[in-house]
């Protein structure tokens, strides 16, 4: 078996060696796909552009003339050197295509690139199980492996990062290798210049910019910050946020803050409430969720708020032309009661 593990497949395919002809790049992030097959043919010529030592094949070409694979990687490059078989699998069977490559010995290094291949599919199936092929499962990174990706692309770009902003942006970043690195160096470019990535600059250039605001009118009005609320909001609709998705906002935060209430009650701490949510809090929104709690002493509060939310969100749906002073009555109200509210 040939089967490697995640955690191992830098390390796999930086040791790759012509004993596993054969590298099978699959799983659900695309974009990783994408660029270890890239790094992997770059690491075996000089010029993957280059058509005599570079042959790119789609899988359902191969699927429909199974010998064509096997002619390409017995075809000997114009310029000697090792030659490269790019293939990117489709929606069609290529196992026929792949087996006569393990039935005898194969020069040409063959990369296929494809999708969230479940364990028991027949392509993964048969480069596991096969001496000369890599089988390299490509998930979508972690924490530690985001952290590493941001340190590397700013510090080539001469840039470091404050700890808050890099947290913010591992938090936004992550779903796709290709996306996080798009967003990272559009980064590291507003940021040319200036030495260090601040806080400011993540929240303006990367992610959803309208769920940003989102985040801050919620926070803020649950807080019990009533000019904080106010300039938040107007950010959010600087942004082009409709009243109706800051109400929707406001009650799922009421909602949530409901939850962590009746935990208090039940003889939680505030901070081991906070820290056992899940997705895990940011750091930087903590201190408005302890006040929060603070504000709304009781579970009883918050349905109460809940409540009278939900009644503007429905008001806000009849009466779409008064929207915009619903919302802003709704989170003044909220933002502007005491514990005794």
Known sequence: ??????????????????????????????????????????????????????????????????????????????????????????????????????AEPCDALVVIEAGDLKRGAPLRALCESAQTALAIPCYADGERDLARLVDTMLSEAGLSID???????????????????????????????????????????????????LDDVVDAALAGNAPAAATALAKAKMAATRPDAVLGALLRGLLSLHQMALAVEAGSSIDRVIDQQRPAVHFSRKPHLERALRNFSSAAQCLRATLMVDEAVL??????????AIAERALLQIAGRRKSG
């Open 163 to 213: 700890r808050d902003a890099k947290d913010l942006l591992v938090s936004l970043i992550g779903g796709d290798r290709l996306a996080s690195r798009g967003e990272i160096a559009k980064l590291a470019l507003y940021a040319k210049g200036q030495g260090r990535v601040t806080l400011d600059d993540v929240r303006i250039i990367v992610g959803d910019a309208s769920a940003l605001a």
């Open 315 to 324: 008001a806000c749906r009849r009466s779409p032309a008064l929207g915009e």
């Open 1 to 102: 078996m040939v089967a490697v593990r995640a955690g191992d497949a830098e390390a796999a395919l930086t040791r790759r060696d012509k004993k596993h002809p054969v590298v099978l790049l699959f799983g659900p992030d695309t974009g990783l796909v994408r660029e270890r097959a890239q790094a992997l043919v770059k690491r075996a010529v000089p010029d993957a552009s280059d058509p005599f030592a570079v042959v790119r094949l789609e899988g359902d070409e191969i699927s429909s003339d199974p010998r064509r694979l096997m002619d390409e990687t017995r075809t000997i490059g114009l310029f000697g050197g090792e030659r490269v078989v790019w293939v990117r699998a489709g929606s069609r069977n290529i196992v026929p295509a792949l087996e006569p490559l393990f």
